[in-house]
């Protein structure tokens, strides 16, 4: 029965398996409840995750409940092992930008958190912004999660200053993209047109460039001290497994001094 579940699900179109997993969380966490994998988030345990992914779907990746990915899945472990984030009293003005859902509930509900979500057409977004023109004022937030955001942006140089701006001294940006740890330096190719070429070329046909091991200096340029955290690292191999994470993913954490 598993192995016919799988292969359904392996073989719905991404956003129609988005689609549905929404509407059937709760559905999905039953039929799917077992041992093998947890998700931190929540806590909750099953015996697979679901398949995921542009063209070649990665299996055991997308949570039933909390519809987290392997990159949510570390952030939170991070967050909440390495960080702050968490202490009730400690108040913090958070800035998220094209909130995940995986995320925004349990950050709204924070009650030690000032809660900004901005984007441009995400319907979670208090404020409907250009990462490229912010309408916010200098130094004004503790956090800032812009996370698979930067490789749709055209001009990221003026978004990664933008971010800069608007985050405290000693304040924490993580601003994860999709990156090629193999490649030396970004790709991009704007002659590059048709979308099933794009989406072959680049992950997805709206991302505009594959960052490479450069995204970090690009970074610095900004002005930002960057920590490259290979956080899987720090992390029990079996529990790596456990979680369904990314083994050798790095988390881009920067500072504003």
Same mark, same amino acid.
């Given at each position: 029965? $598993? ?6 699900? /392996?073989? +719905?179109?991404r ?9 059937? $969380?709760p559905?999905l =966490? ?20 679901? %398949? ?6 990665? &299996? ?12 949510h ?6 967050? #909440? &092992?390495?960080?702050?984030f968490?202490?009730?009293?400690? #108040?913090? &003005? *958070? ?6 859902? =995986? ?5 709204? /509900?924070?009650?030690? @958190?000032?809660?900004?979500t ?6 979670? =977004? ?20 812009? &996370?698979? *955001?930067?490789?749709?942006i ?14 405290? %001294?000693?304040?924490?940006? @993580?601003?994860? +993209? ?7 330096? !970004? ?5 590059? !047109? /048709? ?12 991302? *505009?460039? @594959? ?6 200096? #690009? ?12 956080y !899987?690292?720090? @992390?029990?191999?079996?529990? *790596?497994? $456990? ?6 993913? +790095?988390?881009? +954490?920067?500072? #504003? /001094?």
């Amino acid at each position: 029965m $598993k192995k016919i579940f799988k292969l359904i699900l /392996n073989t +719905i179109p991404r956003p129609i398996l988005i689609r549905l997993s929404f509407l059937a $969380k709760p559905i999905l =966490a039953f039929l799917l409840k077992g041992n093998q994998f947890t998700d931190p988030i929540d806590g909750k345990s099953f015996s697979m995750f679901l %398949p995921y992914g542009y063209g070649k779907q990665r &299996n055991n990746v997308l949570s039933p409940s909390t519809l987290s990915l392997e990159r949510h899945r570390l952030l939170w472990l991070y967050l #909440k &092992n390495e960080t702050s984030f968490f202490t009730e009293a400690e #108040k913090k &003005n *958070v800035l998220h930008f094209a909130p995940e859902q =995986a995320f925004y509930k349990l950050f709204r /509900n924070q009650k030690n @958190i000032a809660y900004t979500t901005t984007d441009l057409l995400s319907p979670l =977004a208090d404020v409907k912004a250009d990462i490229c023109n912010l309408p916010f004022e200098d130094n004004a937030y503790d956090y800032i999660f812009c &996370n698979h *955001v930067l490789e749709h942006i055209p001009d990221d140089t003026k978004a990664m200053n933008e971010l800069f701006r608007v985050l405290k %001294p000693n304040g924490m940006a @993580i601003l994860q +993209i999709p990156q090629d740890l193999n490649r030396a330096s !970004t790709f991009s190719d704007d002659t590059i !047109t /048709n979308q099933k070429e794009r989406a072959a070329i680049f992950g997805q046909y709206d991302h *505009v460039r @594959i960052y490479g091991r450069d995204y970090f200096d #690009k970074l610095r340029s900004i002005g930002f001290k960057v920590v490259e955290e290979d956080y !899987t690292a720090k @992390i029990a191999p079996e529990l *790596v497994e $456990k979680y369904c994470l990314a083994k050798g993913e +790095i988390i881009p +954490i920067c500072f #504003k /001094n």
